[in-house]
């Protein structure tokens, strides 16, 4: 049986009839090109819009509005889901929620704020007798007791009333949870106003010790730390506050701490004497390392840049900009200030509000706004040796293109892993959620295990002080790909822990520039201005004769000691045809050559020189700088110094020069351009490479780093 319909058919732009209780207002009829409207419904149900009849001049009247008027028997109040004709809402409508739908407070939440600011006592009386079954949404506690000790301060009369409902309202805010955050200034805030409603007793009144005793009553009961209901603040609310913490026990709001990870807010090394101890210098170059060392993981939790880059969307974080850009957060519709921006595209980024609300996306369960570096999966093993092997993992957001897994960067060996265990598949990263981290073990067939699901990790690896004896079979777990490569990254950090717990031979700061009164030789250093057309030879002159390095320092004292003695130079024909030349000359000769063979650019030179003076040098710059070419001239220079130094001291013997690479086929094409190299063609001999050979794997195409598909 169909729902009883009002009756009522209006003409020329007539309403329909009310509609009985529970009932759809009634169908408006029109003989005119008129509005028949929905009638009035009773019992909070408004009347349906009328459908028009009309046939004037072959076409029938507009239609009635959706809804009608809510019905004026009972009840004027509107449930949300069931509005009446919209009307501005004021301070009466939040008193008629209150009493009669207190569940809906939510509904009209900036109302509900807006009351706490200059609360009535009508107000304040509602709020105190809503039931304790009612869930109301916490106001700012600052809005709230301000409010209500501003109510305190404007009583002028009815004070015993007024009294009760302030501590009938300030028991009933007992019962909210707090954010654990504002936990002190809650407790504080509820002290005063116990204290401001004294002013409200009046002597002369008969309950005078009643209301006196509830007083202090309340005021004990705020005292006790447990009387305050608090609950954990999420992951939005604290993860961008976070920067306390230590990667070793790092919980996840640590990994998605934009402060920790923007290079805008990273320590800077200078040349130049900048630090005030030792341990200064110690900690910069830790924070350093390690924001380089799980940078992956922090890019993973971090909203990118869309803007369109030769048909791809760009993929860089979105990180604080060192100085103001005034443009607006490209988010659509938002025209709030840009706050984090990409470091490519300067005017691209988004607003703080808006970086929270994609953060806790990428956070989220799997879908189109999760992150494509976050699996989902299941533990299937877990042995005492820290192997812990993971099966059925699948990416929250997997990307366009299907991954060739032998070729790709996804769960690399070795790659770093941040581990996370969740209760459910899917759920929703914490802020607090705790992070192991693991490195992902080397396998005979990883496509096959990669294609059907399974991934297995050495938990001890990155950190040695890992014990847990909770990672069981069949737990969830989130695995968090950094995409670090363990091998490069870890040892450096932990010989860092190393350094920080130990005395550390800089001879007193002196090689950093902490103690300028040292006895050590200073540093030679060389800048881009210092450098001409004309100016190579006088470079490397001025390296050779104040260079640190021993083998160059006791060329000189051998020049210095013995000029004329030629004994020394028998098996060292490279030298005979000039002996009435000091070593020094003709050092400088054979390195301005080889910097003339070599052709190095400008800021090459400056990193060749300033290798040849100082005992500790780093020379670093992104892909195709030319890292590895200087490199091999900087080698071939040592091996010309080794020459000299051994017919300057024999009593050195055959010292080795040692070359290190991470990757195989990185030191093999190394020493493939040594070997091209005149300076070794006596010198075969003596190479002697370590390391096993391997095919270079090709990089992950970028299309499925991002996760996305060419536009």
Same mark, same amino acid.
């Given at each position: 049986?169909?729902?009883?319909?009002?009756?009522?058919?209006?003409?020329?732009?007539?309403?329909?009839?009310?509609?009985?209780?529970?009932?759809?207002?009634?169908?408006?009829?029109?003989?005119?090109?008129?509005?028949?409207?929905?009638?009035?419904?009773?019992?909070?149900?408004?009347?349906?819009?009328?459908?028009?009849?009309?046939?004037?001049?072959?076409?029938?009247?507009?239609?009635?509005?959706?809804?009608?008027?809510?019905?004026?028997?009972?009840?004027?109040?509107?449930?949300?889901?069931?509005?009446?004709?919209?009307?501005?809402?004021?301070?009466?409508?939040?008193?008629?929620?209150?009493?009669?739908?207190?569940?809906? *407070?939510? *509904?009209?939440?900036?109302?509900?704020?807006?009351?706490?600011?200059?609360?009535?006592?009508?107000?304040?009386?509602?709020?105190?007798?809503?039931?304790?079954?009612?869930?109301?949404?916490?106001?700012?506690?600052?809005?709230?007791?301000?409010?209500?000790?501003?109510?305190?301060?404007?009583?002028?009369?009815?004070?015993?009333?007024?009294?009760?409902?302030?501590?009938?309202?300030?028991?009933?805010?007992?019962?909210?949870?707090?954010?654990?955050?504002?936990?002190?200034?809650?407790?504080?805030?509820?002290?005063?106003?116990?204290?401001?409603?004294?002013?409200?007793?009046?002597?002369?009144?008969?309950?005078?010790?009643?209301?006196?005793?509830?007083?202090?009553?309340?005021?004990?009961?705020?005292?006790?730390?447990?009387?305050?209901?608090?609950?954990?603040?999420?992951?939005?609310?604290?993860?961008?506050?976070?920067?306390?913490?230590?990667?070793?026990?790092?919980?996840?709001?640590?990994?998605?701490?934009?402060?920790?990870?923007?290079?805008?807010?990273?320590?800077?090394?200078?040349?130049?004497?900048?630090?005030?101890?030792?341990?200064?210098?110690?900690?910069?170059?830790?924070?350093?390392?390690?924001?380089?060392?799980?940078?992956?993981?922090?890019?993973?939790?971090?909203?990118?840049?869309?803007?369109?880059?030769?048909?791809?969307?760009?993929?860089?974080?979105?990180?604080?900009?060192?100085?103001?850009?005034?443009?607006?957060?490209?988010?659509?519709?938002?025209?709030?200030?840009?706050?984090?921006?990409?470091?490519?595209?300067?005017?691209?980024?988004?607003?703080?509000?808006?970086?929270?609300?994609?953060?806790?996306?990428?956070?989220?369960?799997?879908?189109?706004?999760?992150?494509?570096?976050?699996?989902?999966?299941?533990?299937?093993?877990?042995?005492?040796?820290?192997?812990?092997?993971?099966?059925?993992?699948?990416?929250?957001?997997?990307?366009?293109?299907?991954?060739?897994?032998?070729?790709?960067?996804?769960?690399?060996?070795?790659?770093?892993?941040?581990?996370?265990?969740?209760?459910?598949?899917?759920?929703?990263?914490?802020?607090?959620?705790?992070?192991?981290?693991?490195?992902?073990?080397?396998?005979?067939?990883?496509?096959?295990?990669?294609?059907?699901?399974?991934?297995?990790?050495?938990?001890?690896?990155?950190?040695?002080?890992?014990?847990?004896?909770?990672?069981?079979?069949?737990?969830?777990?989130?695995?968090?790909?950094?995409?670090?490569?363990?091998?490069?990254?870890?040892?450096?950090?932990?010989?860092?822990?190393?350094?920080?717990?130990?005395?550390?031979?800089?001879?007193?700061?002196?090689?950093?520039?902490?103690?300028?009164?040292?006895?050590?030789?200073?540093?030679?250093?060389?800048?881009?201005?210092?450098?001409?057309?004309?100016?190579?030879?006088?470079?490397?002159?001025?390296?050779?004769?104040?260079?640190?390095?021993?083998?160059?320092?006791?060329?000189?004292?051998?020049?210095?000691?013995?000029?004329?003695?030629?004994?020394?130079?028998?098996?060292?024909?490279?030298?005979?045809?000039?002996?009435?030349?000091?070593?020094?000359?003709?050092?400088?000769?054979?390195?301005?050559?080889?910097?003339?063979?070599?052709?190095?650019?400008?800021?090459?030179?400056?990193?060749?020189?300033?290798?040849?003076?100082?005992?500790?040098?780093?020379?670093?710059?992104?892909?195709?700088?030319?890292?590895?070419?200087?490199?091999?001239?900087?080698?071939?220079?040592?091996?010309?110094?080794?020459?000299?130094?051994?017919?300057?001291?024999?009593?050195?013997?055959?010292?080795?020069?040692?070359?290190?690479?991470?990757?195989?086929?990185?030191?093999?094409?190394?020493?493939?351009?040594?070997?091209?190299?005149?300076?070794?063609?006596?010198?075969?001999?003596?190479?002697?490479?370590?390391?096993?050979?391997?095919?270079?794997?090709?990089?992950?195409?970028?299309?499925?780093?991002?996760?996305?598909?060419?536009?």
């Amino acid at each position: 049986m169909g729902v009883p319909r009002g009756k009522g058919n209006g003409k020329a732009a007539a309403k329909g009839g009310n509609g009985k209780p529970t009932a759809k207002g009634g169908k408006g009829n029109s003989w005119q090109p008129a509005n028949g409207g929905g009638g009035k419904g009773k019992n909070n149900f408004g009347g349906k819009g009328g459908n028009n009849k009309g046939n004037y001049n072959k076409n029938g009247g507009k239609g009635g509005s959706n809804s009608g008027k809510g019905g004026k028997n009972t009840n004027s109040y509107t449930p949300p889901n069931n509005p009446g004709k919209n009307k501005k809402h004021n301070p009466q409508t939040m008193l008629k929620v209150l009493r009669e739908a207190p569940d809906d *407070v939510s *509904v009209y939440n900036p109302l509900w704020m807006s009351c706490w600011s200059s609360p009535t006592l009508d107000f304040l009386e509602a709020v105190a007798k809503v039931r304790a079954s009612a869930t109301l949404p916490n106001p700012p506690s600052s809005h709230v007791f301000a409010g209500i000790d501003s109510f305190i301060k404007s009583v002028t009369t009815d004070n015993t009333k007024s009294l009760v409902t302030v501590i009938n309202v300030v028991t009933k805010l007992l019962e909210f949870q707090w954010p654990d955050k504002d936990a002190k200034s809650v407790t504080s805030n509820m002290r005063k106003i116990a204290h401001s409603s004294r002013g409200l007793l009046d002597f002369d009144a008969k309950n005078y010790d009643d209301l006196s005793a509830k007083i202090n009553d309340f005021e004990d009961t705020v005292r006790k730390s447990w009387s305050i209901k608090l609950k954990v603040t999420t992951a939005e609310e604290t993860i961008d506050s976070a920067e306390d913490g230590r990667w070793e026990t790092a919980q996840l709001k640590w990994l998605a701490n934009s402060k920790i990870f923007a290079p805008t807010k990273l320590p800077s090394l200078q040349v130049e004497s900048c630090y005030s101890s030792e341990k200064d210098y110690i900690e910069r170059i830790e924070q350093l390392w390690v924001a380089m060392t799980f940078s992956g993981g922090n890019t993973a939790l971090t909203p990118k840049c869309r803007e369109l880059k030769a048909g791809w969307q760009c993929g860089n974080p979105l990180y604080p900009p060192k100085r103001y850009i005034a443009e607006t957060c490209r988010t659509h519709n938002c025209k709030n200030d840009l706050e984090l921006a990409c470091s490519e595209h300067r005017r691209h980024g988004v607003c703080k509000k808006c970086f929270k609300d994609c953060s806790s996306k990428l956070r989220g369960p799997p879908g189109p706004g999760a992150s494509t570096d976050i699996y989902d999966g299941v533990i299937q093993s877990y042995h005492q040796d820290g192997k812990l092997t993971v099966s059925h993992f699948a990416s929250r957001n997997p990307p366009n293109v299907a991954v060739n897994w032998k070729t790709t960067a996804r769960l690399a060996s070795p790659n770093i892993v941040a581990v996370i265990k969740v209760t459910n598949h899917g759920d929703i990263l914490q802020a607090s959620d705790r992070i192991m981290w693991g490195e992902v073990m080397k396998e005979d067939y990883i496509e096959q295990e990669r294609r059907s699901g399974r991934v297995r990790l050495d938990m001890c690896s990155v950190n040695l002080d890992f014990e847990t004896d909770d990672l069981e079979q069949g737990t969830n777990v989130v695995l968090i790909d950094c995409k670090g490569f363990a091998p490069e990254w870890v040892p450096a950090l932990r010989a860092l822990q190393t350094m920080a717990k130990t005395e550390v031979p800089l001879k007193n700061g002196a090689y950093i520039g902490v103690d300028s009164e040292s006895d050590l030789p200073a540093s030679t250093v060389v800048v881009k201005d210092d450098i001409t057309d004309t100016s190579v030879r006088s470079l490397v002159e001025k390296a050779v004769r104040e260079s640190n390095l021993k083998p160059l320092v006791d060329i000189r004292n051998h020049n210095e000691s013995d000029d004329d003695d030629d004994d020394d130079d028998d098996g060292f024909a490279y030298y005979r045809n000039d002996q009435h030349r000091s070593f020094s000359d003709k050092l400088i000769d054979d390195l301005t050559d080889l910097v003339n063979e070599t052709t190095l650019d400008d800021m090459q030179l400056v990193s060749f020189i300033n290798a040849l003076c100082n005992t500790v040098h780093l020379t670093q710059g992104p892909p195709g700088t030319g890292k590895s070419y200087f490199g091999v001239a900087l080698v071939r220079a040592l091996i010309i110094i080794r020459e000299y130094w051994m017919a300057a001291v024999p009593s050195v013997g055959e010292p080795p020069i040692l070359v290190l690479s991470y990757k195989n086929h990185a030191i093999d094409e190394f020493l493939l351009d040594l070997i091209r190299c005149n300076e070794l063609r006596n010198s075969l001999h003596s190479l002697v490479r370590f390391g096993t050979t391997q095919e270079q794997s090709s990089n992950a195409s970028a299309n499925e780093a991002n996760g996305t598909t060419k536009k």
